[in-house]
């Protein structure tokens, strides 16, 4: 069925609803290929040789293939920007914390010399504060026992007193 409103020159919608339409594909054609023409830029050389056998690949796989083609490049290109950000974010996870071991599996020699120094002084902070606490018992144990021969010295001089008295 024909659509009148086409052999008219008069205000259509259904024309104008498809001109919008044709517009958004072409703007989404554009801003496709300036994606990846920016991606190409950004990637390396072996990368780049990829993304030009996947363009001419691409130009042959008629219409609507053509935009999941593009949507599976571009989904390739967001992966591989993802794991470089993850292997970027890996290396200053590894700066900041010593004990994460490097991807050829050791760990860097002044940091390890770190990580001991601060478990030694670690140590010998704690056995500094156990000594402290042993001996302050020892000073309260000392008192304590002064106090008692202090009574005791009192108490007997008392019970000599009282023995004086009687006498």
């Known amino acids: 069925m024909l659509h009148l409103g086409r052999f008219f020159r008069g205000v259509s919608t259904n024309d104008d609803d498809e001109e919008e339409a044709r517009e958004r594909r072409r703007r989404a054609r554009e801003e496709r290929k300036k994606m990846r023409d920016s991606d190409e830029s950004e990637t390396t050389d072996t990368a ?28 390739a290109k967001r992966e591989e920007r993802r794991q470089k950000r993850m292997m970027e974010a890996m290396e200053r996870q590894k700066e900041l914390d010593p004990s994460i071991i490097s991807s050829n599996g050791t760990n860097g020699s002044l940091q390890e010399q770190s990580l001991k120094m601060k478990q030694k002084q670690q140590d010998a902070e704690a056995e500094l504060e156990e000594l402290k606490r042993k001996r302050e018992e020892r000073r309260k144990i000392l008192e304590e026992e002064e106090q008692q021969r202090k009574k005791d010295q009192e108490e007997k001089k008392a019970k000599e007193q009282v023995i004086m008295c009687f006498c």
């Open 48 to 75: 780049n040789s990829n993304s030009a056998m996947e363009t001419e690949s691409s130009t042959t796989v008629p219409g609507g293939a053509e935009d999941d083609q593009v949507l599976l490049e571009r989904l």
